[in-house]
């Protein structure tokens, strides 16, 4: 009796487990099958039914994990966003010795390479600001929050990199500046991806914003001087 007991309560914890697996699982799969249709059809073009029949999932199913759509989507800008930080963490570092300019080279580099793996946050994101909406979507809401945490990690880079050079203002500026500049060679490689080949547009990109950071350095240089 005490054994059967047992076995019993050892049943009674896997079981927890195995639905908790079970419900991630389900979740990656609606995920998986959002971020497709999503890339296909934009926002308005993905719907409950098409993500229910993809993923081979109830839309009860959906609707439990997710509860909207909107939710749905918010949640694939997410997941894209951090898999896109995950590959810049992965990259390797430049190789030892390099200089400061070889550094920063490689670093807007890997963005360029973790963009082409994990594009679809930015995909679908910009679709979504671009667009004018009566309620603002929880999608939109997303994209802007990991916008704005990319913006800050850039400024902390470029903090990094130009210390003593630039100044906060001219920090921020330029981490403005790669924003807009990348979202460029995005959408550009979005519309002619046989013309627009990302990883050099981003190479170039590299010392335009070297050239950039050296213009803010001597303009700032020359104000002090013209205020003594």
Same mark, same amino acid.
């Given at each position: 009796?005490?054994? /059967? ?16 697996? $079970? ?6 799969? @609606? ?33 439990? $994990? ?5 939710? &749905?989507?918010a949640a694939v800008i997410e997941r894209s966003f951090h898999r896109w930080l995950e590959r810049m963490r992965a990259w390797l570092p430049p190789r030892r010795g390099a200089d400061g300019d070889e550094q920063f080279d490689a670093a ?11 594009? !679809? ?15 603002? /979507? ?9 916008? !704005?945490? +990319?913006?800050?990690? @850039?400024? +902390? ?5 130009? !210390?003593?050079?630039?100044? /906060? ?11 807009? +500049? ?6 550009? $490689?979005?519309? !002619? ?15 335009? &914003? ?19």
């Amino acid at each position: 009796m005490a054994a /059967a007991r047992a076995t019993g309560k050892a049943r009674s914890r896997r079981a927890p487990r195995k639905i908790r697996a $079970h419900g991630e699982e389900s979740r990656q799969r @609606i995920l998986d099958a959002a971020t497709q249709i999503a890339g296909e059809r934009g926002y308005d073009g993905t719907s409950v039914a098409l993500v229910s029949e993809r993923s081979g999932l109830p839309a009860s199913s959906i609707y439990w $994990h997710f509860e909207s759509k909107d939710r &749905l989507l918010a949640a694939v800008i997410e997941r894209s966003f951090h898999r896109w930080l995950e590959r810049m963490r992965a990259w390797l570092p430049p190789r030892r010795g390099a200089d400061g300019d070889e550094q920063f080279d490689a670093a807007i580099r890997r963005a360029a390479a973790a963009l082409t793996e994990a594009p !679809e946050f930015l995909r679908l994101g910009l679709m979504l600001v671009l667009e004018r909406r009566p309620e603002e /979507a929880t999608a939109r809401r997303m994209f802007l929050q990991v916008r !704005e945490q +990319a913006y800050e990690g @850039i400024v +902390a880079s470029y903090e990094a990199f130009f !210390e003593g050079a630039l100044d /906060a203002a001219d920090v921020r500026a330029l981490a403005m500046l790669t924003m807009a +500049a990348a979202d460029g060679l995005f959408i550009a $490689h979005q519309v !002619e991806p046989a013309r627009v080949d990302l990883d050099d547009a981003f190479a170039l990109l590299a010392k335009a &914003l070297r050239g950039a950071a050296k213009e803010l350095g001597s303009r700032a240089d020359r104000s002090k001087r013209d205020r003594r």
